[in-house]
């Protein structure tokens, strides 16, 4: 066992650290561990369980009797029971029934590293095997783009949903039968990503859930990878495939909340244990789930060594933390009345502030190049600033405000877009205030909110067209990028868990078209410093003309280290400026590098050859311009030769 600064912990002292909310090797401890004897095998079973009365281990290898009691640790709260038995237990179901005043209950083990398929809920005892051979990758992981920081380097996140990115024979899932396990779904997609130009992949949520209708987001098991797709050894083989293809892995981890269902974290020792007691903290009501007590210590040690063991155990380079301005806020879904205000009086939880500082100090400490990502949708400052400097330490966040901003701007009829142009430039006032990741995440394509494409004001082809204009903002603006799967090939419907992404809509010229579109701007991102070496601040990024809301267009420049520049020129108008003036910064001749209205690309097809400037007399100085012929909903990034 090792305490925070990884310094090796004597088994008596691992219940002292853990009741202290410091040992971050918590899962070394308690759950199932092995050990091989001489005349067989001894299992040492450890659970929390504070204010039981009685605790068994109950499972395969003893008829799921009560003949295997636990013996408790008053100072802890903590029950022990060793079984030994002459063969390996590996692959035996278990749960703990925990006898409480208020009830008996079968409990999964929360520290299990596998459970059982999909419906039973056991725990399963399993000793996990890995064979990695990415060390390259994760020798590289503090400089992943030549030489560069993550900071200063390209991030292109493809936002996944395991069960649904592909499907056995392309069935629906409605009965749990049809999925790809990790290995297979690795196989396909490895290529798929380096073909498509994303550095990295996220994963909705892959830790034990009971409920494919939660997405994940409701987890009973922190510990094992879910066995929908497979084995932990499974799982590993998914990870060291991309490494080695020079992928990045990014997991989504639910540190707020869990589901209410028996055999889980729900008042596990008959009472509120990992959530918090209290009914004004207790439960998320819209979402039907408890709160974690992240003021609680052992709640502390169990969730950063949870985060820890992904990055330890399963070599991820990443997490993005689900629901953070939940945790953050005292009033979050709550009506006046229903929650109490802070010791001064205000609606800050904080607990969850000095939790979220106390995860990322720990993480970083160990994996200083981890990806640490709040999903934070709120104002709250300072969410990307280290806690040295008084920030809750996460090095991303998901600008939220942004998507909110774009998308009201793209569903708005042209004809109107002039009075909400600001909502295109009002990002920009504070595009550098935190390290932010552009999101257009699963949230977007669900719930009646429609599908990216659908999304675009007009008719057929005026979507497709925006949609275009609309990927060149995002990926030519300050930040780092994610999209979510099967956005890049623009389907209508929207995005539904139980059946594939429906890639047959590939056989249809407009949206494979798309898909090529999405394809070259990705590879153009990566290959052009210029938009991304410089992405937290002024330096890399100048206005050209923020303000011709009449026209529905915009245009603004963006520069590398070296000082290289590109022009991005945009027209969300559905109307063709056959003679559009911009102003450019010296004499010389420009071409257009990506023209979202090529033909390739599903545009007219409008070829647009290499721009000569020329200069006239503004206020007693020369300015320079260049005439553009600038298509309908047209894109373009321009750059002097």
């Known amino acids: 066992m090792r305490n925070l600064n990884g310094d090796m912990i004597s088994g008596e002292l691992a ?91 079968m409990k999964a083990d929360p520290y299990a590293f596998y459970s059982e ?124 495939k991309l490494h080695k293809a020079g992928i990045g892995v990014i997991l989504d981890w639910v540190p707020a909340h869990f589901p209410k269902d028996e055999h889980g974290l729900f008042e596990f020792d008959g009472y509120p244990l990992y959530e918090y007691q209290g009914k004004d903290r207790m439960e998320h009501k819209s979402w039907g789930t408890r709160c974690f007590d992240v003021g609680r210590p052992e709640v502390q040690s169990f969730l950063i060594s949870n985060a820890l063991f992904w990055m330890r155990n399963y070599h991820i380079d990443g997490l993005r933390i689900d629901a953070v301005a939940s945790m953050l806020y005292l009033d979050y879904d709550r009506a006046p009345g229903e929650w109490i205000p802070n010791k001064d009086g205000g609606n800050h ?76 430039t009002f990002p920009l006032m504070y595009a550098f205030s935190e390290n932010y990741i552009l999101p257009v995440s699963h949230d977007e394509v ?80 990566l290959e052009h410093g210029q938009l991304w070496e410089i992405d937290d601040g002024w330096d890399g990024f100048e206005w050209i003309d923020p303000d011709r809301c009449e026209d529905n267009t915009l245009s603004y420049i963006r520069k590398s280290q070296d000082g290289e520049e590109l022009i991005i020129l945009l027209n969300f108008a559905p109307c063709r400026r056959e003679w559009y003036k911009l102003r450019v910064k010296s004499k010389g001749s420009y071409s257009v590098l990506v023209n979202s209205d090529q033909a390739r690309f599903g545009g007219s097809g409008s070829e647009i050859k290499t721009m000569k400037s020329k200069a006239h007399r503004e206020g007693g100085k020369w300015v320079h311009e260049i005439s553009v012929a600038l298509p309908s909903y047209g894109a373009l990034i321009i750059k002097k030769k």
């Not at 600033?385 to 600008?399: C, E, H, T």
């Open 446 to 525: 669900v719930h009646g909110k429609k599908s990216l494409l659908d999304k675009m004001f007009g008719e057929y082809d005026d979507k497709f067209a925006c949609m275009r204009a609309f990927l060149m903002y995002m990926m030519t603006l300050p930040g780092k990028k994610l999209m979510f799967m099967g956005c890049e090939y623009a389907p209508f419907r929207e995005w539904d868990y139980e059946n594939q992404l429906e890639w047959f809509m590939l056989d249809y010229p407009r949206h494979a078209q798309m898909k090529d579109y999405v394809r070259t701007l990705n590879h153009f991102y």
């Open 349 to 424: 939880n904080y607990e969850a502030m000095a939790f979220f500082k106390k995860l990322n100090t720990a993480v970083f400490a160990e994996f200083p190049y981890a990806l640490m990502i709040a999903e934070e949708s709120t104002a709250w400052p300072m969410v990307t600033k280290p806690v040295s400097d008084g920030g809750l330490g996460f090095n991303f966040k998901w600008n939220m405000g942004w998507a909110n901003d774009m998308f009201e701007y793209v569903s708005t009829d042209p004809f109107f877009r002039k009075y909400v142009h600001n909502k295109l």
């Open 15 to 105: 219940p002292y650290f853990f009741c202290q909310g410091t040992n971050f090797h918590s899962y070394e401890w308690l759950g199932c561990h092995s050990e091989k004897t001489s005349d067989g095998f001894e299992f040492t079973f450890r659970v929390w369980a504070p204010k039981a009365e009685k605790v068994y281990v109950t499972g395969d290898f003893n008829s799921w009797d009560e003949s295997l009691p636990m013996k408790k640790d008053e100072k802890s709260g903590v029950w022990t029971a060793i079984y030994k038995s002459v063969r390996d237990l590996d692959g035996s179901r278990y749960k703990y029934k925990v006898v409480s005043k208020t009830r008996t209950a």
């Open 117 to 240: 398929t999909l419906a039973n809920t056991a725990s399963v005892i399993h000793t996990v095997k890995a064979k990695w051979s990415d060390s390259r990758w994760l020798s590289g992981r503090g400089k992943p783009f030549e030489g560069k920081h993550f900071y200063s380097a390209p991030m292109n996140i493809y936002e996944m949903h395991l069960g649904s990115w592909r499907t056995r024979d392309g069935e629906s899932n409605t009965d749990g039968k049809h999925y790809l396990n990790y290995r297979e779904i690795a196989d396909e997609l490895v290529p798929y990503v380096l073909d498509m130009g994303y550095t990295h992949v996220e994963l909705m949520p892959i830790a034990e859930h009971p409920y494919d209708g939660s997405w994940g987001y409701q987890i009973c098991g922190y510990y094992a990878p879910t066995s929908r797709f497979g084995t932990p050894e499974d799982f590993i083989y998914f990870v060291n």
